[in-house]
């Protein structure tokens, strides 16, 4: 079992910046590749970045591209979503993800934090 803690959230105004951590947690763990998710009131769930674990390469979902920089620190099993400019739209509870089998799916969640940004 592998738990995830996101941290980092909260209430903003626009054009500031936010930084998320998630660390991973498990008896033995093995991180792939770790995600980043978000979800607004009354919409689905959306990819916002990824980063694979080992290489570090990564992508992000067109709206974030240039705002957003996801990055790890191995040693530490955390990941970081490094959030500029943010944008009332950006409001959402944000969660990470990890993919621990090497399957380019996601296998485990954090619990999310909430951003909001105010204009």
């Known amino acids: 079992q592998v738990q995830l803690v996101e941290s980092g959230g909260g209430l903003v105004q626009a054009g500031n910046s936010l930084t998320l951590s998630c660390v991973a947690s498990?008896?033995?763990?093995?991180?792939?590749?770790m995600g980043w998710f978000r979800q607004a009131p009354g919409k689905e769930r959306e990819f916002v970045a990824g980063?694979?674990?080992?290489?570090?390469?990564?992508e992000y979902a067109d709206p974030v591209k240039g705002r957003f920089t996801i990055s790890r620190d191995s040693a530490k099993n955390t990941g970081y979503l490094q959030m500029n400019s943010l944008r009332p739209e950006d409001t959402a509870v944000y969660y990470c993800?990890?993919?621990?089998?090497?399957?380019?799916?996601?296998?485990?969640w954090g619990q999310g934090t909430q951003v909001t940004v105010s204009s």
């Open positions: 993800a990890v993919d621990v089998v090497d399957s380019e799916e996601y296998d485990y």
């Open positions: 498990a008896d033995t763990l093995r991180i792939y590749a």
């Open positions: 980063i694979s674990w080992g290489r570090g390469q990564t």
